[in-house]
């Protein structure tokens, strides 16, 4: 579902600056629906009626039907091949340098982003800072919160800048978030426990709310109609790797006694999306990096990447 949505919203919005607020508005929405749900989950939900879960299963089910539903208002985006025209192909995607340096972007962001934040942060903050379940819950909903009143603010910045700063300011910010995490199972006051957790998730969801307009649109950016879903399922399975893989990995070091360990492991991880920043800046043309027109001083990057 979710790499057919993003196909979707590259083929709905060609121009690249519209994409990028769009990408923007779509995360900020599922945001806001996560918070909503959350709600009615928790008012509807009694763990000593089972009839009360059968109905949000129910609800849910028929959320998919309107889903689909909706789904039967869009334009027709299917194109007619051209004649004799190669099929497309993986391997195709991979060929294309920039492409490849944006899908490693997007694998080491889903390592380092909301699949380990999801998992790591009950985690960590129950058994290493010793917080109640209630202050998680708080702090899920202070994160939840901040994307959704600072999205659209913070799109304002980022359209002005290169793809490539944003995607190091982002790998930056989320470096430090952990960071601050990992400073929550220091010896200090409840208080100072608790503000360390939640200081985490304010910058946690600041530096999601660069990397929603900035990774989506840089990969639909460099691709292609032919090879545009091949490429978001690619970012996509990204996302499905890590969903899988890092609760084993939280738990793993936590109960091994290595957090310390884990929380390095992440930092350094965001440290790499910078790294691949720095060498996008380089290999991106001026019209791939930037949103809108690149300023007058601008040269083109020595090593630019053609578009295929």
């Not at 390095?264 to 790499?272: D, F, N």
């Amino acid at each position: 579902m979710f790499p057919a949505i993003s196909t979707v919203i590259a083929r709905l919005t060609p121009d690249p600056a519209t994409q990028q607020r769009v990408f923007a508005i779509n995360f900020t929405a599922q945001n806001a629906a996560l918070g909503v749900g959350t709600v009615l989950g928790a008012a509807v939900a009694n763990v000593h009626h089972p009839g009360s879960f059968q109905a949000l299963f129910l609800a849910n089910a028929a959320s998919c039907l309107i889903f689909a539903a909706v789904l039967t208002f869009l334009p027709t985006l299917r194109t007619a091949p051209a004649k004799k025209e190669r099929r497309a192909s993986y391997r195709d995607v991979l060929a294309h340098s920039g492409l490849r340096l944006a899908l490693v972007a997007s694998l080491i962001v889903a390592f380092t982003g909301y699949p380990a934040f999801d998992s790591g942060l009950p985690a960590y903050a129950s058994v290493e800072a010793h917080v109640s379940a209630r202050i998680v819950a708080l702090s899920l909903t202070v994160n939840t919160a901040l994307i959704v009143l600072a999205q659209l603010f913070v799109l304002r910045r980022v359209r002005r800048a290169r793809r490539s700063s944003a995607l190091a300011v982002s790998g930056l910010i989320l470096a430090v978030s952990w960071a601050v995490f990992g400073l929550a199972a220091l010896p200090v006051a409840a208080t100072g426990r608790i503000a360390f957790v939640f200081g985490f998730t304010v910058l946690f969801g600041l530096g999601e709310t660069v990397l929603a307009p900035t990774v989506g649109p840089l990969v639909n950016r460099l691709t292609d109609d032919r090879l545009r879903g091949r490429a978001n399922s690619l970012a996509a399975l990204s996302q499905s790797l890590a969903f899988i893989v890092c609760p084993a990995l939280a738990t793993g070091f936590i109960a091994a006694g290595a957090a310390a360990v884990w929380i390095g492991l992440l930092c350094a991880g965001c440290l790499g999306t910078i790294a691949v920043g720095a060498r996008l800046r380089r290999a991106l043309t001026s019209d791939q990096d930037y949103v809108t027109e690149a300023p007058a001083t601008e040269s083109e990057p020595v090593a630019a990447v053609r578009d295929e």
